[in-house]
């Protein structure tokens, strides 16, 4: 038991064999975290090479195959080692039993053991880059994954390796919500941080098992033409993308519904206001969870599928809006009649709200099945989802990683950097992908390493902007080692916050708390 | 948006337009409600205190009912219009369209071939009957507002009718490969005359690709070249083919069918030893077809 | 506190620091046991629905090509599947009873019939393999056969593959339970393990049983 003063989380065990044998869920969340900035900042290496070759039309820097590579591997670490894990391994891991009152997760042994998958998957995945890595983007999709000569089916084989640290988090997650809560908490008492984890849990232990089994598939038919997808024995091409998509509609709500947690928690703190609407947010995630399952095909409006089902999936997608806006609509009216301060980690809630709008309204865009065909496999889509992956669950989790920095270091950040460091992501981002919107209603095709002259002056803002928030990241780097090295002392509450993690010191002690915590009302009364 | 090529791309802009003032009017609701609160009840006193307030259902319920009217409306549009896309009208012109890694083929009925240009006349409906010889592909015409992928093992289809003549733009909007990118087209609309004109014109009808090389050679290329190892204005071809080739940088080279091709649409950037860097390129004026062709028959020069 | 008469020292399992009681660690177990199983239905469903639709379209290829396999070695394998979940139930329901020598020995049973199942799968894929029935483009059968059979191979090889996989991991689980029993660990007060590698077994046979009709009795 680690009650004695000054003793927390990370003093209490030292060396490098502690921390990879560690069983604390806290630890295993720090890990979390320097493995996916390292991820971040080798897939964001790849975009911001992918963007200097698009400054201009015609070759700048490496030839067409070279490029196929960048783009694939940018968007394989981006999702599967990046924005999936983000919010849900890195500041889900630390604080959801903190947050529920409990002692740990509920398998804190399966908790370790999907951080070595996250991190040998990683390994498999980057090993691939010795025979050239793959060049059919992060999508996979056959025949083209199937014939391409290259180290496709050992990346296949990491990002399957992903997928188990994905279900097992979610597992976890799952149990330790339904039986570690503390006494009195009961689920319309826990923070809504908590409501967004369990939903994505639920979704990452339903859908992800689907793409485990497809990727077993391409990589059977690449080293044994086993033929389900190939037309030559009979097989369907296109049934890859339903399956594939079954679970990678699902997964970008994984990106997202942990991101809006933060966002909740967020706003409802730094306007020292309890939260509008809890139940609706509380439900609207656990709907978009479900609906979720139900609009695969709406990445197939032109692959071949008949009309009836195209209409189907146009009008589940709209489904999914609802519950979506609904969120939106909450935050914006937590603000009114609150206290509110514009601190780094406020900054980045706002404008995820912001730019989130936007990345949603362009999906409702991109959901009415006669727009969809134009739009389909462009620049617009791109801009669309970097819109709520970036500007959505990036922000999330550099306003979260701000917020929590106390918490976890028990030290505080410097306001003035990490409010340059927004400034510089928030700017640079729209100046990156908003032309990209402008793009695709041109006409300019997606993956693409070469465009028509046309095309250049917005290719040449949009890389400006690219190297802008790398910048921007950088900043975010700085801010994080200056805080964890010499951040001055932080209170165990410096934001006067009322979920159970202020409760307890800053850092935590290994038991989290040094008596049971007891629930006695809602998570956000601030009165 | 790229031109209104057809009225459907009319209908379609149309759609797009409110979509788009739909979105900006609810981003600027949202993001002017959270300016408005954010500065109006900005902490100005440490002790400041905020109004307890829970949940309001009329609120839940209105912002949950009306955007999603606004989807159904929008759904059920997209619906007509999706509905026209797909519904292929029974006297259309049938062009079939075979696409490989990584270039456009266009058959017509009679037997007409060409590759890269589509030739179609105006204010007619035109059907295409797509597949794929290798991976998936994608036919995008951004000037028409469609796009159907192009798969192999099975026919897909799309129709269109255009209003106006003139060229538009075809990509291939699905990642195939290296050249995925490169895999460009073009649909020509021109008069009926001249699109039965272009129809019965083959030039290259009932020819064996050797054949087609032969004529594409007496018609464009015998002004500077010739079939033995005489130096005119540029190299002779016999024995070109598979051989060794000497270049003014002092460099050698194997004359094979990549260096051909090369050779035809970037004539400078491998000069021949001994010639003036005279070439023209033949980029835009030869079709696949032609040049193909040209490098079957120089392979038949020994 | 019931002893094991066996043993000359009593076991006593800890509870992890993060429960508040046995009781908790228990009923979590469990429940963590049955969302794993969740995971592994979506897995095998993907195969499932994949086998349905070619079914549907090829289903007389699939048909004539099921004919190749033996319903009666596969009607064995069920029953010794169905028979092992039996013993599976019976070593836990031994060990609340405290009779470690009947714990032990349903265990062993149970571990036996994975074996047997192994056998005899051993023995249809080794007849295929030597036939030249094999998935997708290895077909090499010697005689005329319909156009798409080769795709019901691959779906009968990875199916049964897969699941082949799962009675090996299962079976190993056993040996580790069989290990632990030895050891005295499992008693009234403490049969978890038991439990949770239980549901996992009785998962595989599932499975197996709606693997059987699919593949076997096809036509």
């Given at each position: ?63 067409a195959q070279?490029?196929n ?66 060049d059919t983007?992060?999508?996979?999709y056959t025949p083209y994954s199937i014939k391409t000569d ?79 997808f190939d037309p030559t024995?009979?097989?369907?091409p296109v ?64 692959s071949g ?72 496999d ?67 095709p997606?993956r693409y ?79 | ?94 062009v079939a369209v075979q696409g490989q890694q990584w270039d456009w083929t266009f058959t017509y009925?009679?037997?007409?071939r060409s590759s890269g240009e589509m ?9 295409l009957v797509m597949a794929s010889k290798d991976v998936i592909h994608s036919f995008y015409i ?5 796009k159907q992928d192009v798969v192999p093992g099975r026919y897909t289809t799309l ?11 075809v990509f291939c909007a699905e990642f195939c490969g290296r050249q995925h990118s490169g895999m460009l087209a073009k649909i ?21 690709m050797?054949?087609v ?44 069918e990549n260096?051909?091709r090369?050779?035809?649409l ?20 030869l079709d696949e077809q032609e040049i193909m062709g040209?490098v079957e ?6 | ?219």
């Amino acid at each position: 038991m680690s009650s004695a003063p000054g003793v927390n989380y990370l003093n209490e065990k030292s060396g490098l064999w502690s921390w990879l044998t560690t069983l604390d869920h806290k630890r295993i969340g720090i890990m979390y975290m320097i493995a996916v900035f390292t991820f971040f900042a080798i897939g964001g290496t790849f975009a911001m090479l992918m963007r200097w070759e698009l400054f201009s039309a015609g070759k700048n820097i490496v030839e067409a195959q070279t490029y196929n590579e960048f783009m694939t591997f940018h968007g394989a670490i981006m999702a599967f080692m990046v924005i999936i894990p983000g919010v849900p391994a890195f500041l889900g891991n630390f604080f959801l039993p903190l947050m529920i009152g409990a002692r740990d997760v509920a398998f804190p042994r399966i908790n370790l053991l999907s951080w070595y998958c996250l991190i040998i998957g990683a390994a498999v995945a980057f090993y691939s880059l010795i025979y050239n890595g793959a060049d059919t983007g992060w999508t996979f999709y056959t025949p083209y994954s199937i014939k391409t000569d290259n180290g496709t089916t050992i990346l296949v084989a990491g990002v399957f390796i992903l997928g188990f640290s994905s279900i097992l988090t979610g597992l976890n997650f799952i149990v330790t919500v339904h039986k570690l809560r503390a006494p009195g908490m009961t689920f319309f008492r826990m923070p809504l941080f908590i409501w967004g984890l369990y939903a994505t849990a639920i979704m990452q232990v339903m859908a992800t098992p689907v793409l485990g089994i497809t990727l077993l598939l391409l990589i059977a038919e690449r080293t044994m033409g086993i033929g389900f997808f190939d037309p030559t024995l009979g097989g369907d091409p296109v049934l890859f993308q339903h399956f594939f998509w079954f679970y990678s509609h699902p997964a970008v709500y994984i990106m997202v519904l942990p991101a809006m947690g933060v966002i909740s928690e967020l706003i409802t703190c730094y306007s020292r206001k309890t939260i509008f609407g809890y139940r609706a947010i509380a439900w609207s995630s656990v709907g978009i969870a479900a609906v979720s399952f139900f609009v695969w095909g709406h990445h197939m409006f032109v692959s071949g599928e008949s009309e009836v089902v195209a209409i189907l999936f146009s009008f589940m997608t709209m489904l999914v809006g609802v519950p979506t806006a609904i969120k939106v609509f909450n935050w914006t009216a937590t603000l009114y009649k609150g206290s509110i301060i514009f601190n780094a980690p406020m900054l980045f809630a706002m404008g995820f709200i912001f730019l989130f709008t936007i990345g949603g309204v362009t999906g409702i865009i991109l959901a009415v099945t006669a727009v969809d065909v134009h739009f389909h496999d462009t620049y617009f889509v791109v801009a669309h989802f970097h819109y709520v992956m970036v500007g959505g669950t990036l922000m999330a989790i550099a306003g979260g990683m701000y917020h929590w920095m106390p918490k976890m270091f028990g030290r505080m950040y410097n306001e003035f950097w990490a409010r340059i460091s927004f400034v510089l992501i928030f700017v640079g981002f729209n100046v990156t992908f908003f032309p990209q919107f402008v793009l695709g209603a041109m006409g300019m095709p997606r993956r693409y390493y070469d465009y028509l002259p046309v095309f250049q002056p917005l290719n040449r803002i949009s890389s400006i902007g690219a190297w802008t928030i790398g910048i921007g990241f950088l900043v975010v780097l700085y801010v994080i080692l200056r805080c964890i090295f010499t951040g001055e002392k932080a209170p165990d509450n410096p934001w006067g916050a009322t979920t159970l993690e202020w409760q307890t010191s800053s850092p935590p002690p290994h038991e989290n708390f040094l008596t049971q915590p007891v629930v006695t009302g809602g998570p956000y009364e601030y009165k | 948006m790229p031109p209104e090529a057809t009225d459907l791309a009319s209908k379609v802009d149309a759609l797009y337009s409110f979509l788009l003032w739909a979105s900006f009017i609810s981003t600027m609701l949202v993001v002017g409600g959270l300016t408005y609160f954010a500065i109006k009840y900005k902490r100005t006193d440490k002790n400041q205190k905020s109004a307890y307030i829970t949940h309001n259902n009329t609120l839940e319920f209105l912002w949950s009912f009306i955007p999603f009217l606004i989807f159904m409306g929008v759904f059920a549009w997209g619906w007509v219009l999706f509905h026209d896309m797909r519904n292929m009208p029974a006297d259309a012109l049938e062009v079939a369209v075979q696409g490989q890694q990584w270039d456009w083929t266009f058959t017509y009925k009679n037997g007409r071939r060409s590759s890269g240009e589509m030739v179609i006349p105006v204010n007619q409906p035109v059907k295409l009957v797509m597949a794929s010889k290798d991976v998936i592909h994608s036919f995008y015409i951004p000037a028409f507002r469609l796009k159907q992928d192009v798969v192999p093992g099975r026919y897909t289809t799309l129709w269109f009718q255009p209003k106006y003549k003139g060229e538009y733009q075809v990509f291939c909007a699905e990642f195939c490969g290296r050249q995925h990118s490169g895999m460009l087209a073009k649909i020509k609309v021109v008069s009926q005359e001249e699109f039965d004109e272009w129809l019965g014109n083959d030039p290259y009808k009932g020819l064996s690709m050797v054949e087609v090389g032969h004529k594409v050679y007496s018609t464009r290329c015998v002004i500077c070249h010739n079939l033995t190892d005489k130096k005119l204005v540029g190299p002779g071809w016999k024995d070109l083919f598979g051989h060794q080739v000497e270049l003014a940088d002092g460099s050698t080279v194997v004359a094979d069918e990549n260096y051909i091709r090369e050779s035809i649409l970037n004539p400078n950037a491998k000069i021949v030893k001994g010639f003036p860097p005279a070439m023209p390129t033949f980029a835009g004026q030869l079709d696949e077809q032609e040049i193909m062709g040209l490098v079957e028959f120089i392979k038949t020069l020994k | 506190m019931s002893t094991s008469n066996t043993t000359t020292q009593e076991y006593v399992h800890h509870v992890a620091h993060h429960f508040d009681s046995a009781e908790e660690e228990y009923r979590t177990s469990k429940f963590g046991l049955w969302v794993f199983l969740m995971t592994e239905i979506l897995m095998f469903g993907g195969l499932f629905v994949g086998y349905i639709i070619f079914r549907g379209i090829y289903s007389e290829a699939f048909a004539e090509a099921s004919k190749f396999l033996d319903w009666r070695l596969g009607a064995i394998n069920t029953v010794v599947l169905i028979f092992s979940s039996l013993t599976m139930v019976l070593s836990i329901y031994y060990a609340q009873h405290n009779q470690k020598a009947k714990v032990l020995l349903n265990l062993y049973i149970t571990f036996f019939c994975g074996v047997i199942f192994m056998c005899i799968k051993a023995y249809e894929y080794a007849h295929k393999i030597h036939e030249g029935l094999l998935p997708g483009h290895m077909f090499h059968y010697s005689e005329q056969v319909a156009a798409h059979a080769p795709l019901y191979f691959s779906f009968y090889f990875c199916m049964t593959g897969m699941h082949g996989i799962h009675v090996m991991v299962g079976m190993g689980f056993i040996l580790w339970l069989i290990r632990r029993a030895h050891r005295g660990e499992f008693s009234s007060n403490y049969f978890t393990p038991l439990e949770c590698v239980g549901l996992f077994w009785h998962l595989v046979d599932l499975i197996w049983i709606y693997l059987f009709p699919l593949l076997y009795l096809v036509g």
